[in-house]
């Protein structure tokens, strides 16, 4: 007699005892009733309930990145049309002044709008990819039933421990974006930041590029700006004093130079390329015992100040001349 007994087999199910295609369909479905719709479709198609759930995840997984995908690709088109067409619409300064100057200044107004909206348009996409790609793998991470919330925990403390860190590159950004949306100088500007004055180059989020009257380039952080002072936004205005002797006639001097303002007035060269009104004379600005000094000022397109101011002092000194009055210098 054998110690070991062997194991009765098993007896073989007839093919009566075999449940039926619809116990067995019945029975994946069961298993599925707390799954999607996808699965319980899916179980009706296999004859084996495991992988039913398992088809119907990786499905499902795969059709959430496909939507996400797309989702993000339809919001980056439009904002990249959004940003085309701000970059080429707007008011330009050639609808009311002709003349080669004048097209000189449209072309830095359409650099400063196209940088600007194209900034712009950088950061928003930036956005909608942090949140379309992050909310698209965090309904994922759901569906394949792993916690989010201790990631979300985790990826909050590093997102503090990273502001702590960053707090100057994050105070920069700042500064450029609500620089930006205010419009507070752009390509072609001459401004004051304090730290140095000079033609604007490059605007970014983080750094603004200016090119001084020496040549020199420098580069300023945004955040460290605080306060700024541009000449050639809207318009910008020449003006120039005229001193001339206590004993001459306030009245001759004051009409030769309203006939100067009016002769550059007149003049087509200056009044559609430079010019925005007519210049004013202001009267007497200063007085002393030995000289009577009269202003001359002329509001004029952005940055043109200097070269209107330039050709009034030439006209006034003709003008002078011819009358015989001379100019007497400043205490």
Known sequence: MSLLASPAPSPTPSLSELPSL?????QIASVCSNDTLLCATLAGWFD??????????????????????????????LI??????????????????????????????RERRRQRAETM??????????VIIGTTLLT???????????????????GVAIGFGAQELVKDF???MFMLLEDQYGVGDVIDTGAAIGTVEAVTLRVTR?????????????????RVGNESQGWSRA?????????????????LLEHVAEEIWADVEFRETMLVEQPKVYGVEQLSDSTLVFRLSAKTLPAQQAQVARELRLRVKSALDAADIAMVPTA
């Open 22 to 26: 619809g116990e067995v369909s019945t």
């Open 48 to 77: 084996n309930a495991a992988w039913a759930p398992l088809v119907a995840s990786l499905i499902t997984v795969l059709l959430i990145l496909v939507f996400g995908i797309v989702i993000r690709n339809i919001v980056l088109r």
């Open 80 to 109: 990249t049309r959004v940003v085309a067409r701000t970059a080429v619409s707007g008011p330009l300064s050639g609808r009311w002044r002709k003349g080669s100057q004048a097209e000189g200044i449209d072309t830095l107004l």
């Open 121 to 130: 348009g950088s950061v928003l996409k930036h956005i909608a990819t942090i």
């Open 140 to 158: 994922v991470l759901d569906r394949l039933t792993i916690p989010i919330a201790p990631l979300l925990t985790s990826v909050g403390i590093l």
């Open 174 to 176: 700042i500064a450029g």
């Open 210 to 226: 200016l090119r001084d009257s020496d040549g020199r380039v420098w580069y300023i952080r945004n955040g460290t700006i605080t």
């Open 239 to 255: 003006y120039m004093d005229v001193p001339v002797s206590y004993t001459s006639d306030i009245t001759t001097v004051r009409v």
